[in-house]
């Protein structure tokens, strides 16, 4: 069998940056959003997923600028893709015709330079139908150090993609958030996930800047690790999902271990042919129980990343890796937490 390649195209798994930049977005929009569109002061943030899919967005906002109601639309793209201005007209006219206000439309791009351009225009050769004009914001084309110099601290999460973030610029960052959110623990703690999960990601930031930013937020996680307040949240987490997560993934994943187990055991045939399928089929078995609790603890505690847990499972070939990733789940104190988990590769799992 060849040996797997551990650098996937990140194409085939981008939602966890995009569920990140969502969970942000949302939490700290009123200081965001005057940060990317000047003039625009927060509403009411709107909750798209009540539009059927795939009609509703990322993000949308209703805004005021310039004394005008408008509604603020943000798409998070992680990946280059080509239809992006299209889908994000469909948007558009889609809380256009919701609101019957202004829209403005806003593509923010995480790791790629390459990104559309606006306007959209549908025309032939003697009229034009349509012209969609929309912003196009990429991270890695800004300064990391602008942000800190100004000390805009509700982007600091975003650092690690933008351009000029050094270990030096990172660091400072990290001890900044750490001031502001010193009596919020929880907050901090969701903070540097996402500055963390941003960091895996970028390509901006050099193998031994990464290693230095990496050992200070290790020092900050140990002291959250620690902290009394952190550890009544984990625990009632834990309380909730670890009973019925292991004890129903241990149930099904045995069943069908046995029965699969068995099933290419007798296909094997004879004597040799049946010790080695029994082995093999064991093998499998343990393997698929292993796949089948670990997908189950991460339904029970964070139903919304169900689907990513069986895309990681799939991808795990050994029972061992598995477990290791069924325990950061069963101590995952929050969803984000429990992202970066699904997010790291499997060598990155073992630190």
């Excluded at 996930?193 to 230095?212: A, D, G």
């Excluded at 189950?296 to 050994?318: E, G, I």
């Excluded at 101590?331 to 799992?349: K, V």
Aim: some cysteine; charged content about 30%.
């Amino acid at each position: 069998m060849p040996k797997k390649n551990h650098h996937r195209d990140p194409s085939q798994n981008p939602q966890p940056y995009d569920s990140s930049l969502k969970a942000l977005f949302k939490e700290d929009a009123a200081e965001i959003i005057p940060t990317l569109l000047p003039g625009a002061e927060l509403v009411a943030v709107l909750d798209t997923e009540v539009l059927r899919a795939p009609m509703h967005g990322d993000r949308a906002y209703k805004i005021m600028r310039y004394d005008e109601p408008q509604i603020l639309h943000l798409e998070f793209q992680s990946i280059e893709d080509p239809d992006m201005a299209y889908r994000t007209l469909i948007y558009h006219v889609n809380l256009f015709a919701e609101h019957k206000l202004p829209v403005h439309s806003m593509i923010l791009y995480l790791f790629t330079e390459k990104v559309v351009e606006s306007p959209l225009i549908e025309r032939d050769r003697k009229q034009t139908f349509l012209q969609f004009d929309f912003e196009v914001l990429s991270l890695p084309k800004l300064d990391a150090q602008y942000y800190v110099q100004h000390h805009i601290i509700s982007m600091y999460p975003l650092l690690p993609a933008m351009q000029h973030a050094t270990a030096e610029v990172l660091l400072q960052a990290i001890d900044e958030l750490a001031m502001h959110y010193q009596w919020r623990e929880d907050d901090l703690s969701q903070r540097l996930l996402w500055l963390k999960i941003m960091l895996n990601r970028t390509t901006t930031v050099e193998l031994n800047e990464k290693k230095k930013v990496r050992a200070r937020m290790d020092v900050f996680e140990q002291l959250l690790e620690e902290d009394e307040y952190i550890q009544q949240l984990r625990s009632q987490a834990i309380a909730k999902g670890l009973a019925q997560g292991i004890a129903e993934g241990k149930a099904e994943g045995k069943a069908e271990g046995k029965a699969e187990g068995k099933a290419e055991g007798k296909a094997e045939g004879k004597a040799e042919g049946k010790a080695e399928g029994k082995a093999e089929g064991k093998a499998e078995g343990k393997l698929n129980e292993a796949k089948s609790a670990f997908c189950l603890v991460t339904r029970t505690r964070f139903p919304h990343l169900a689907s990513l847990a069986q895309q990681k499972a799939a991808q795990v070939a050994d029972v061992e890796t598995l477990h290791h990733l069924m325990e950061k789940m069963i101590i995952a104190g929050n969803e984000q937490e429990a992202l970066l988990t699904l997010s790291l590769e499997e060598p990155e799992l073992a630190n």
